[in-house]
């Protein structure tokens, strides 16, 4: 029996479980009680649509219409399946649904029609106007698509875009762009011939004669040969458009001395010898699906120094329409826009063309760990899973429908709306917004003691961008450099970023010298000092903040947590500083919660509570965030004697004492510090006012155990954990940290302590 997975039926299983399909509705609204009935439904909900009925525009703002897009096929051209029928085609529209939320947050419904007859279709989708904000037309056959279009655009005032046309020819626009930029080329001097009169590579051509290229230099072939003047069989419009004034009948005549060759046709239609015709560097988009009209290694063969396409994710270079359709339809629905014109697809070209030639985002490296994901011959568009698509891609489309007056609802401050899209794929983006504009009023060094580790250098190049800080590697430059190269980043040792070398670095004296100063009565012989500070670079970069060398260290990407704590308290925890506790912000989809103290304190004592929820709330401010502390236990308001209600108890009393300006309250369960009506029927009269926002326990097991669920199975995302009481002078990272988690990170440790107190 074989040990390959029956890939049919894991996909079958995907489609039919825990529940059939991909899609489910939700509400947005609350609907617990009859109040929210009365406002949902009968009779609060003629409010909404009396203000409609006053004033269309409305809709955007009381309905879900300006973020819902309706997939419509009739499953006529379905994929590589062919004309299977509107039923059939239901898992692919539910598909491209899941894609839209997914990478745009766009809600949308997929609709099958039982409708071959393209103007009765066309007349079907006009009717769904007032209930979708935009309209994608998918895997319908050509020429009906064609014409389903056309009506559609000229009698709706809202969005129509057939993918497998636009979509495609966006996506191909991007990767030629971005291949003729490698190869030195530009458009106008580019022979095309291309394999394939279809939807798709109708657009793609009319697309590419947008960037430049010469109509007189692309040639057309199909299943019957060159498309040609005075040609009849299998013609239509689209492709008379394209007919050459030639003698010349078969691709084979008309191959020789293409720059680039665009195949959206079947397997094998290119052939080697057809390839070694074409120009220098020639650029071969072959994108039929499942098997190319050639095989990269094939093509490779041929012509070593081409450039290569493919509609395959197991090769360099997909072309994958996912790339454009969710952003562009972002953009477009953002702005009320009345349709997608050529300014917005061009626009959308020049953000994706861009964005590959960027450094390769953390996010998308992680999601496509071992492929080489630098701007190149290999590398001509970016990643679907890269998280900064929707800003740059959608901002831009958004920016050309203004400028092209299509856009009804225009926005004010383009800068501000693409950080709000940031935000949207980047959940921690608002929330360290307060903390990396403290950290840019002044620049601070902050060095890695994991310097080699990819995570971290991703951070230092996204640091080296995007903030003020000046990041210190600690490792070897030879690793450190072959894998700021295999990474595809741009930051220079001794330019952009510092190195500290443990094998060979001049200071090396120094740092062994004042490790044994700060450590010889407490057993550490000069040779073990030497040892340390040729090994730990832990050590190396406490000892570095120590001597003023560095502002902040950070650590722990490797290792247990009170290993790293353990030397940076031997050589920072002295005269006053000390480690108070590990405090933890799980951002959540209803807001952050901060959880302490996870790390520091196994079993703290009542003044160690005390001290954990004054560093708190110190440190939750640095959010913008009013600090709403519960202390928490399996005692609730001293019903129990024993456990750790009672040092909670005391702990209250401390700070009472002392006096603060911050809200706490305690002891109690988890489940009263986020429920305020369970809290007020439990104990009325309660100083705390709405859910706690910090939750403190008196075991780092119950408080480690909290953020562990709510990062697994909550989908939280952490930031931190920030040590508290060591004056922002080093903070200890868990192991499955990301690198945006270290960018945050690095927010957090370059923000002086006199902007938070």
Known sequence: MSDQPNLRQAALDYHEFPKPGKLEIRATKPMANGRDLARAYSPGVAEACLEIRDDPRNAARFTARGNLVAVVSNGTAVLGLGNIGALASKPVMEGKAVLFKKFASIDCFDIEVDETDPEKLADIVCALEPSFGAINLEDIKAPECFIVERICRERMNIPVFHDDQHGTAIVVGAAAKNALHVAGKEFKDLKIVSTGGGAAGIACLNMLLKLGVKRENVWLCDIHGLVYEGRTTDMNPSKAAFAQPSELRTLDDVIAGADLFLGLSGPGVLTSDQVKQMSVQPII???????????????RAAAPDAIIATGRSDFPNQVNNVLCFPFIFRGALD??????NDEMKLACI?????????????????????????????YLIPKPFDPRLVGIVSSAVARAAMETGVATRPIKDLEA????????VFKSALLMRPVFEA???RSRRIVF???????VLRAAQAMVEETTERPILIGRPDVIQSRIERAGLTIKIGKTVDLVNPENDPRYRDY??????????????????????????TAIGAVMVHRQEADSLICGTFGEFRWHLNYVSQV???DGPHPVGALSMMILEDGPLFIADTQVHLHPGPKEIAEIAVGAARHVRRFGITPNIAFCSQSQFGNQGDGSGGRLREAIRILDEQGHDFCYEGEMNIDTALDPELRNRLFPGNRMKGPANVLVFAHADAASGVRNILKMKGGGLEVGPILMGMGNRVHIVSPSITARGLLNMSAVAGTPVTNYG
């Not at 988009?285 to 093509?299: S, V, Y």
């Not at 020049?350 to 290999?378: C, H, P, V």
């Not at 003691?449 to 995570?455: H, Q, S």
């Open 285 to 299: 988009f072959a994108l039929a699906n499942p098997m190319p009209e050639i095989l990269p290694d094939l093509a």
């Open 335 to 340: 702005v009320g826009a009345t349709t997608i």
């Open 350 to 378: 020049d953000g994706i063309a861009e964005l590959a030639r960027a450094t390769t985002s953390a996010e998308a490296a992680a999601a496509y760990q071992g492929e080489q994901l630098t701007f190149g011959a290999d």
């Open 417 to 424: 709306y693409k950080a709000k899209l940031d935000e949207s």
């Open 439 to 441: 950290a840019r009023e």
């Open 449 to 455: 003691a994991e310097g080699e580790d990819e995570r």
């Open 512 to 537: 062994w010298e004042t490790y044994h100063s700060l450590m010889c009565r407490q057993g550490v012989t000069p040779d073990l000092a030497r040892a340390i500070m040729r090994t730990n670079t």
């Open 572 to 574: 920072l925890g002295r």
